[in-house]
């Protein structure tokens, strides 16, 4: 049985940057186990720029495409994609899995996709995430490529505005 949660989402700030960082570690470590296998190397290679300097930078330059659900007052899950579309991180607190936190968080990214008259949402998904993409409206764009290490990602697109112009949309590189 799920357990309801009270969750709210907003734009993030330079002072989530610590709190975010430290959940999208603890959700590629713990939740993504299917894509680098416990593989020492993949994980460097995934979390190296994972660090709150980081975090400060990416918000601060870009504060209207950067999020974060709360539970409790405290980081739920953070969601980033760039000016053109493309989803850069959507990570969540790995107890939370199943609460709802990642459907928040894409929803507020295609809100904002759409107030941007954006055509598509694009990302490379992990073999983790793949499944929720999939239910929710993405479709791959083209085949599986080498992520970090020993993982893969699928690039996926998802239209928005109800058109079908996504087709083409390069997807991100791998977050």
């Known amino acids: 049985m799920t357990v309801a949660i009270e969750l709210r989402v907003r734009r993030a700030g330079v002072s989530d940057a610590v709190a975010a960082c430290d959940c999208v570690r603890r959700s590629i470590t713990e939740l993504c186990i299917a894509d680098h296998r416990g593989d020492a190397a993949t994980l460097d290679a995934w979390l190296r720029n994972k660090t709150g300097e980081n975090f400060e930078r990416w918000i601060d330059a870009t504060p209207d495409l950067c999020w974060v659900a709360l539970c409790e007052d405290r980081i739920a899950g953070y969601a980033q994609c760039d000016g053109r ?19 928040a968080l894409l929803a507020a990214m295609e809100a904002a ?4 008259g954006l055509a598509a949402l694009t990302l490379d998904s992990t ?3 793949l499944r929720f993409y999939l239910s929710r409206g993405f ?3 083209g085949a599986a490529r080498p992520g970090f290490g020993v993982s893969l990602c699928q690039p996926l697109v998802k239209a928005l505005n109800g058109g079908g112009a996504a087709a083409g949309l390069t997807a991100a590189t791998p977050a």
């Open 113 to 116: 996709g759409r107030e941007r």
């Open 139 to 141: 479709v791959p764009a």
């Open 127 to 129: 073999q983790t995430a």
């Open 85 to 103: 579309g493309q989803v850069l991180l959507l990570y969540i607190e790995p107890r939370l899995r199943g609460h709802g936190v990642s459907s």
